[in-house]
């Protein structure tokens, strides 16, 4: 297995409260990865450790051998993109500019944006559906659609990795499909690693080639979808008894019992 990121022995707390409990997971190249877990389990913590917004106090990342803490923020841009929740911009920049800002890693300083830069960017739009929107205020559109410019602002980035922090939260069903569908083909046609946070369980099982469970920042278990979205697993973490449907192509689903 190609490894995209390898957490090794990880611990990480805020003040003196242990949020994650050396954690050890190798994530694979080319996978889609959802992590899930109650609130306060360690997903937003173990993403944010991953791209070096937060640094653990033990233990090391990896991002395709390389130490974490030793990639310079260019270079790490260049291979990993995140979604941050609430990362709209608070300023009215049209729908172009935004997702421009995605060549910056690229870019050197006190550079004009080239000829495929431009390109580039042209693509990510029509690839997130987003192109004819390109005139328009970020203020002047859906919170779904907000969401496809933010990804296509990742994209522009030309990353291996793709990060996003509960990417569907405060979204309709419509918006929510339509995002997770444009992560899976990501994730096929452009063979970038995905790793979500959620809390939609179904969804995640639909979607993800792989499922992480947290419970007070340690690994329950990581596994394709069927041998996670278990009865006794969801029991255990959630606590609340489930009953278990497989759907289609046996994709796990659960109801409350």
Excluded at 176 to 183: P, T
């Amino acid at each position: 297995m190609s490894v995209a990121i390898k957490v090794d022995k990880v611990k990480f707390k805020y003040s003196n409260k242990t949020v994650l409990n050396g954690l050890n997971l190798d994530i694979e190249k080319g996978s889609f990865l959802s992590i899930l877990g109650p609130n306060g389990s360690g997903k937003t913590t173990l993403l944010k450790n991953m791209c070096n917004l937060l640094k653990p106090y033990d233990g090391a990342i990896y991002i395709d051998n390389l130490q974490l803490k030793g990639i310079k923020y260019k270079e790490l841009a260049k291979k990993m993109a995140v979604v941050h929740q609430g990362s709209t911009p608070n300023f009215e920049f049209k729908i172009y500019d935004i997702v421009l800002m995605g060549r910056y890693p690229h870019q050197k300083r006190f550079s004009f944006d080239s000829k495929m830069d431009l390109d580039i960017v042209k693509q990510v739009m029509l690839d997130t559906d987003i192109w004819e929107l390109r005139e328009k205020s970020i203020f002047e559109i859906s919170g779904g659609e907000r969401q496809r410019v933010i990804i296509a602002r990742a994209l522009a980035q030309q990353p291996e990795i793709l990060l996003l922090d509960e990417p569907i939260t405060f979204l309709d069903i419509k918006h929510q499909i339509s995002i997770l569908n444009l992560c899976k083909k990501l994730n096929k046609e452009k063979k970038i690693t995905i790793i979500t946070t959620m809390h939609d369980i179904n969804l995640a099982s639909r979607y993800s080639d792989y499922i992480l469970l947290l419970d007070s920042g340690r690994v329950e278990v990581l596994d394709v979808p069927e041998k996670v979205i278990t009865e006794k697993n969801i029991e255990s973490v959630y606590g609340i008894k489930v009953k278990l449907i497989n759907g289609e192509k046996k994709v796990p689903y659960i109801i409350p019992e």
